[in-house]
């Protein structure tokens, strides 16, 4: 696994310079962002099931290179076993949308919404379909040909249920 990027819990308060679909006749000549290229955040979403664990979260990528950048695709999760890649927990994804080039200008951002089965009920919560929840501090957000990438909530943990996370591909518009 190459190094992570891990999001810190304080954001930069950077002016967000938008991304561009390359699909729409953008220069498609830039190489794809590198695992180094990139800083990773991750928040819970306005727009998420209801129930007591996080439900959904936006994954926000930003190109902290000089260079122009690339990214495609629908991301691989998994939840993060103690700082040992061998206890990476793989989550089963399900992806909806099409998946088209975004170029990042330098600052550019780019996201991902993951949807997950969610924790019902009060303090421990439970899963509807019997099985145990599960919390994970960080998940590992994979993109293909930029690596994989060590996230935390800024504001809680990953809770969810039945090891199941569906996924939006890597899109110049920010999800809800």
Known sequence: MASPSVASASASAAAVTPAVDSSRGAAAAAPVCSVGSLKVAARQAADRPSGTGTGAAIVEFTNSSAKACVLKG?????????????????????TTGSASPVTLAPKGKAWVKLTFVQVQGEADGFCESGAEPVVYPTLVIGLPGAGKHQVALDDGQFAQCDNRVTVTAVSAVKPT
Do not use: C, Q, Y
């Not at 629908?74 to 399900?94: C, I, M």
């Open 74 to 94: 629908h991301p691989t999760v998994a939840g993060a076993g103690n700082g040992s890649p061998e206890k990476n927990a793989p989550l089963s994804v399900t």
